[in-house]
């Protein structure tokens, strides 16, 4: 069965405090990765896929990697408007298709 | 502009009463999904659809209902709300990219309280 672990379940920081958030992963064989971002009262919005270990993508101050075993979320100098709560989700190869399980997800509050 | 809407946003009912929970995208995806949302829980899977008239069971389905007679629209029914069925209500469909990875799009949440 595929498990998708985050940690830590919640996270203060300072401005410009710059530090990761961790999603640890198991599955038989990885389709894709994904990071989701969740302001209170919204639904999840999407914001990277990563495909393989080795892997990176970035978006603002937002830096997402990948191995084998997990996905870090690098935050670089983040703003109050950075706070959320961060969700990884896996797609397993071979799975029924376009199922993801994800996260229970990092709870971030960035704080002036 | 195109996207996937949630409808209504806000339900208050009591129990043992019918609901049904509306979603609506406009991107044609093939695929859709009903999760829901509890503290402690994170999204969990009630269910979802490959295409019209196809369903299946997710993680939770218990207590509900779901139909896609539209590519375009996946209603999901509570038949007889129970309390436990309070939640906050995700649909979402998904696009598939060139590497057969299939991105899930979400809409806005419904937050169902049963009484």
């Known amino acids: 069965e595929d498990q998708v672990t985050q940690s830590p379940e919640a996270l203060r920081l300072q401005e410009g405090e710059s530090s990761s958030l961790n999603c640890s992963y198991t599955v038989s064989g990885l389709r894709g990765l994904f990071w989701y971002r969740q302001d209170p009262g919204k639904g999840p919005e999407f914001l990277f896929t990563?495909?393989?270990a080795g892997e990176e993508k970035e978006k603002e101050r937002l830096k997402a990697t990948l191995t084998k075993k997990e996905s870090f979320l690098h935050i670089t100098a983040p703003k109050p408007e950075d706070s959320a709560t961060y969700l990884c989700?896996?797609?397993?190869?071979?799975?029924?298709?376009?199922?993801?399980?994800f996260g229970t997800g990092t709870r971030l509050q960035v704080t002036l | 502009d195109a996207g996937i809407t949630q409808s209504p946003r806000y339900k208050i009912t009591e129990t043992g009463r019918q609901v049904t929970l509306m979603c609506h995208q406009t991107w044609s995806h093939s695929y859709m999904f009903w999760y829901r949302q509890d503290l402690g829980h994170g999204l969990r899977l009630i269910y979802y659809?490959?295409?019209?008239?196809?369903?299946d069971k997710g993680e939770v389905p218990d207590g509900y209902v779901v139909s896609r007679s539209k590519t375009e629209n996946f209603p999901l029914t509570l038949e007889s709300a129970t309390r436990s069925q309070t939640s906050v209500y995700f649909c979402a469909s998904s696009f598939r990219d060139s590497k057969y990875t299939d991105t899930q799009y979400f809409g806005p949440g419904t937050r169902l309280t049963v009484l």
């Open positions: 990563l495909y393989s």
């Open positions: 659809s490959a295409a019209a008239d196809i369903t």
């Open positions: 989700a896996v797609q397993r190869i071979g799975g029924t298709a376009s199922k993801l399980t």
